[in-house]
């Protein structure tokens, strides 16, 4: 089996920072894409940012310029360092691992247990 399990959630005022982490484990051949999503409280899960295994990121519009996001691809793990952060920041941070179990074409998706952030006005 695979376990994604994250760590760094928290309560911060408006400006501040947090950094997330997302470490992965169990039964891995080889991990592509990684990356964080959130869901607010009466709204759906939304893409936050990725990363591929080369490198390559993704943010969405809402919090670039203010989140990077990076990965350890010796440890398994991504990360997300969040600053500058909002009240609308709010929400439960999950993180999504695409990754192949076997050295076959099969790609499977996995997602932690989220961390919940809370940001104060």
């Known amino acids: 089996q695979v376990q994604l399990v994250e760590s760094g959630g928290g309560l911060v005022q408006t400006g501040g920072s947090l950094r997330l982490s997302c470490a992965a484990s169990g039964s891995i051949f080889m991990i592509n894409d990684m990356g964080w999503y959130r869901q607010a409280p009466g709204k759906q899960r939304e893409f936050v940012a990725r990363i591929t295994s080369g490198g390559s990121t993704n943010y969405a519009d809402s919090v670039k310029g203010r989140f990077t996001i990076s990965r350890d691809n010796a440890k398994n793990t991504v990360y997300l360092q969040m600053n500058s952060l909002k009240p609308e920041d709010t929400g439960v941070y999950y993180c999504?691992?695409?990754?192949?179990?076997?050295?076959?074409?099969?790609?499977?998706?996995?997602w932690g247990q989220g961390t919940q952030v809370t940001v104060s006005s």
């Open positions: 999504n691992a695409l990754l192949l179990r076997t050295p076959t074409p099969y790609q499977y998706s996995y």
